[in-house]
């Protein structure tokens, strides 16, 4: 299985690139905020647990988080591999990832890196907003919240998946091709 961990700041392109490479490679994108947006949009229980913390630009609960990817996962179970997009975002959710990974006999193979510097990425998101009905992409200390938990509980699984020799750094700013590109040139390496 190729399991795939795209990883960077909100606004990276994260979500942008795992569209395309889901097609590409044959994969099953899960997207964390899509599935919690999908519940807030719908009233379900665990929407009304994720909006609070999503509204705020703060994290969701490891435990809820991790449950919702767990079973998500297990709907896919002829999946070819996985997308994760927008998890692991801490140490705990990269351990419960190997964890149930381990389980299926499989493991994660790469974590690729979108790099963007903190002012695009501002720009970008609150471009977005405009558009994309985001609570959380239409307020600029939200989107410099979201920034900051980026940096304080999430980008230390840089050096988590470093030491396991999995991590791929790729530049963010270009073209939408152009960063597809430099994605496939990394898995069709791996
Ligand atoms: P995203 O669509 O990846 O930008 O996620 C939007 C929001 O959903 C984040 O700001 C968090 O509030 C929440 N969220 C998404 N994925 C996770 C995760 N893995 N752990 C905790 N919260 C998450």
Not at 28 to 47: A, M, P, W
Not at 61 to 74: F, K, R, W
Not at 113 to 139: F, M, P, Q
Request: charged share 30%; no cysteine.
């Amino acid at each position: 299985m190729t399991n795939l961990v795209l990883f960077g700041p909100p606004g990276a392109g994260k979500g942008t690139q795992a569209d395309i490479l889901k097609e590409k490679y044959q994969l099953v994108h899960i997207s964390t905020g899509d599935v919690f947006r999908y519940n807030i949009k719908n009233e379900t229980e665990l929407g009304l647990t994720a909006k609070s913390f999503i509204d705020k630009g703060q994290l969701v609960p490891d435990e809820v988080t991790i449950n919702m990817l767990n079973a998500e996962v297990d709907k896919n179970a002829e999946a070819n591999g996985f997308i994760f997009d927008g998890f692991p975002r801490t140490e705990n959710q990269a351990d419960a990832l190997a964890e149930l990974l381990k389980g299926k006999g499989t493991e994660v193979k790469a974590m690729i890196a979108l790099e963007v510097e903190d002012e695009v990425l501002v720009k970008r998101l609150l471009e977005r907003g405009k558009t994309s009905g985001r609570k959380d992409d239409a307020d600029e200390a939200v989107i410099r919240n979201r920034i900051t938990v980026y940096y304080e509980e999430t980008a230390i699984l840089k050096e988590y998946y470093k030491k396991q020799n999995k991590y791929y750094g790729v530049d963010g700013v270009g073209s939408i091709e152009e960063i597809t590109e430099r994605i496939s040139k990394v898995i069709d390496n791996l």
